[in-house]
């Protein structure tokens, strides 16, 4: 190659470098003037269990549940009022696998949420118990519908007589994990009379038959003051999906919607739960994302072509073997960088939907301005690797709060951690498709000067 083709491949390289540090800027910003809803600003969480909202409920098989729920809220926090994001549990409305408000991909998403200033609550609701019957798992989708109301009524009512969890109700996102976020969809975007389910007589006179079982006479009663005249400024979706399609009406929402391709228990199209044919059908995202679009619902979407169901943690709902050998090989029950790019996802639609209401605390700009950027200076090995890579961290960022974070060609997160250690650091991507990624080394530090941007290529 001669020496006029080697300069013209340096300049497309340095130009591509100037692109990559300005598609990364907003991100560099973020980090020199952390934001609160945004960036994980709070090193502690504090956890409060096992929380009273309604009485002991009678199931409709005979048994009772107490209804409680677990708090998630940063911890030292001075605000008086704080967004509260409400995250209920998937588990196919059974008690068995005994999945509750505990279960970890609740967990993983409430502590990271917390982390960035938002409270969020954890509730358990009514299950049956037994064999898995039509009859049995749409009961028991309208019976935890009006447990999740009783939730609503409740909240509203500490709101106005204490506000011991000093909530924001009109900064409140209401969504789930599967079963979870079936409830958030179903119940809270769209049934708001008895009359939205005349498209089928069997749901509707199950709705009827649920709410008498409550002592409720009409049912109307509380759907047209659904959630106590609670709004949610916003819906989370993890893998969730529809009763029917009919159920679509025109609304003003927003919907989050995670979902994996290969989701064997709520099929990405359409199909029955778990693949059992004398479960109710169920209608996925491939089928009602465009479907809300046309309704007037905003929507944001990650779809993952080679995920499977609740995508934030490993597969083992749905191939064992492959969550096992993932598990054996990182360690870790989440698919960090899914967890860590919803995360992202999650907290930015919510802090878009409260009108971006952090103030930064410096001039980013000018601060950004004032960095040193240093490319390719890393002691990063092995790179190219398999996916697992040891960082070296500098001397100018040992033992100080620092961000690494991932970027694919286009710019998307794909994982991101923050550590303190003084020397290495090891992350495993093993769990990510083959190619170039960017990736980020900086300190919270506003004082520190020094940002690493490192190639990285997996093979």
């Excluded at 505990?102 to 409270?119: F, H, N, Q, T, V």
């Excluded at 709101?159 to 994990?177: A, M, P, R, T, Y």
């Excluded at 809270?188 to 939205?196: A, C, E, V, Y």
Aim: hydrophobic content about 40%; overall charge neutral.
């Amino acid at each position: 190659m001669n020496s006029k083709s080697t300069k013209y491949i340096d300049k497309l390289k340095g130009l591509a470098l100037i692109f990559i540090l300005s598609a990364f800027s907003n991100f560099l910003y973020a980090g020199d003037c952390p934001k609160r809803y945004i960036n994980p600003i709070f090193k502690e969480v504090q956890y409060s269990a096992a929380l009273k909202y309604g009485p002991y409920k009678k199931n409709t098989d005979g048994t009772h549940t107490w209804l409680i729920y677990d708090v998630y809220e940063p911890k030292n926090d001075t605000l008086s009022l704080r967004p509260v994001i409400i995250l209920i549990h998937g588990g196919s409305f059974t008690s068995f696998p005994p999945i509750d408000r505990k279960s970890p991909d609740i967990g993983g998403m409430a502590k990271a949420l917390a982390e960035r200033g938002y409270l969020v609550i954890s509730p358990d609701y009514r299950l049956f118990r037994g064999e898995q019957t039509f009859e049995k798992m749409a009961e028991t989708i309208f019976a935890a519908s009006l447990d999740i109301n009783e939730l609503f009524c409740y909240l509203k009512n500490d709101v106005e007589n204490g506000n011991q969890h000093k909530i924001d109700l009109n900064n409140l996102f209401f969504g789930g994990s599967s079963a979870g976020a079936i409830l958030a969809l179903n119940y809270g975007l769209f049934i708001d009379d008895i009359s939205d389910l005349d498209f089928n007589p069997i749901y509707k006179n199950i709705m009827l038959k649920v709410a008498a079982f409550d002592g409720i006479t009409d049912a109307n009663s509380i759907l047209h003051h659904k959630m106590c005249g609670i709004i949610p400024k916003g819906y989370l979706s993890i893998s969730g999906a529809l009763i029917d399609s009919n159920i679509i009406k025109p609304k003003i929402a927003s919907v989050y919607q995670l979902h994996g391709k290969m989701d064997l228990a709520l099929p990405y199209t359409t199909g029955y739960p778990l693949g059992n044919p004398a479960l109710p059908k169920l209608i996925g995202p491939g089928i009602f994302i465009d479907k809300f679009r046309a309704a007037g619902i905003t929507v944001e979407a990650d779809i993952y072509d080679d995920k499977f169901h609740v995508p934030v943690i490993l597969p083992f709902g749905d191939n064992i073997p492959l969550a096992i050998e993932l598990l054996l090989k990182t360690g870790d029950i989440y698919d960090r960088p899914v967890l860590d790019s919803t995360i992202y996802r999650i907290s930015h639609f919510c802090y878009d939907l409260m009108g971006k209401p952090s103030e930064q605390s410096c001039d980013s700009t000018l601060l950004f301005n004032k960095k040193n950027v240093l490319t390719n200076q890393l002691n990063l090995y092995p790179n190219p690797s398999n996916g697992i890579f040891n960082i070296e961290i500098p001397k100018s960022l040992s033992n100080k709060a620092n961000d690494i974070t991932i970027y694919d060609s286009n710019g998307k997160i794909i994982f991101n951690t923050q550590t303190n250690l003084e020397a290495n650091i090891k992350i495993n991507l093993s769990t990510i498709s083959k190619g170039m990624y960017w990736m980020i080394l900086k300190s919270t530090d506003i004082k520190v000067k020094e940002i690493y941007l490192q190639k990285v290529s997996i093979l």
